[in-house]
């Protein structure tokens, strides 16, 4: 699985978007980028994932460049409650499902 | 609720000591995976299983064993056991086949495994 590099941490404003970035630059054809947060010591929890498209759903918004070398996790309107480590994943495809591999993660801070 | 369940929550045991953590997979998920993450430490992926056999493999310690019912709930055993080991264990779970091959994994809420 390709590798991932992800800030180590980020504040935002509550209320304010908070956008996550996210650089895959050997990601190959057949990788999906995933994004999960553990909160606390929580399990982890599924956010979004792509190929190569935009993707949007109630919790988040995934951009991917066109390259797919990079992409930006968007949460529109952050809360206290997003507090968390959020991890950029890369998964390859195959006809049965394949591991995650967790990196270091990106610890978003959201405050008043 | 991810509908992952994992047993038990806590568990505290001593060093030697030889333990089993429980996992039940969401209805009708193939796979399971376990990760194991020690304080302040990333999730290290240990095990998958895909429909009762040995899919993948990461770095899990030859004191650990896993494996996958037909029924399809999954156990992690620990033996052998050592304060490096206390940990927080997570199982996942995902369908697992064709075209829900990459879906999203669901985690449980972990075990928290304190060697003493």
């Known amino acids: 699985d390709a590798k991932t590099t992800q800030p180590t941490s980020m504040d935002c404003a509550e209320g304010r978007a908070a956008n996550l970035p996210c650089n895959h630059s050997t990601i190959s054809g057949n990788e999906y980028v995933y994004w999960y947060r553990q909160i606390h010591s929580q399990g982890p929890q599924y956010i979004i994932h792509g190929l190569k498209n935009n993707e949007t759903n109630e919790m988040a918004s995934l951009i991917i460049t066109e390259d797919r070398k990079s992409s930006t996790l968007i949460l529109p309107h952050a809360t206290l409650r997003d507090t968390a480590v959020y991890y950029c994943?890369?998964?390859?495809?195959?006809?049965?499902?394949?591991?995650?591999?967790f990196g270091t993660g990106t610890r978003l801070q959201v405050t008043l | 609720d991810s509908g992952v369940t994992q047993t038990p929550k806590h568990l505290i045991t001593a060093t030697g000591q030889r333990v089993t953590l429980r996992c039940s997979p969401r209805?009708?998920?193939?796979?399971v995976y376990w990760y194991q993450q020690s304080l302040d430490q990333g999730l290290q992926f240990l095990i998958q299983?895909?429909?009762?056999?040995?899919?993948a493999k990461g770095n899990i310690l030859e004191r650990f064993s896993a494996q996958q019912f037909p029924d399809l709930h999954s156990e992690l055993n620990l033996s052998s056991l050592e304060l490096g080991d206390s940990a927080l264990y997570f199982c996942a779970s995902s369908p697992g086949f064709g075209q829900l091959s990459n879906t999203e994994a669901f985690f449980g809420q972990g075990t928290r495994l304190t060697v003493v």
């Open positions: 209805s009708g998920d193939l796979s």
């Open positions: 299983y895909y429909n009762g056999e040995e899919r």
């Open positions: 994943i890369v998964r390859v495809l195959t006809g049965t499902a394949s591991k995650l591999t």
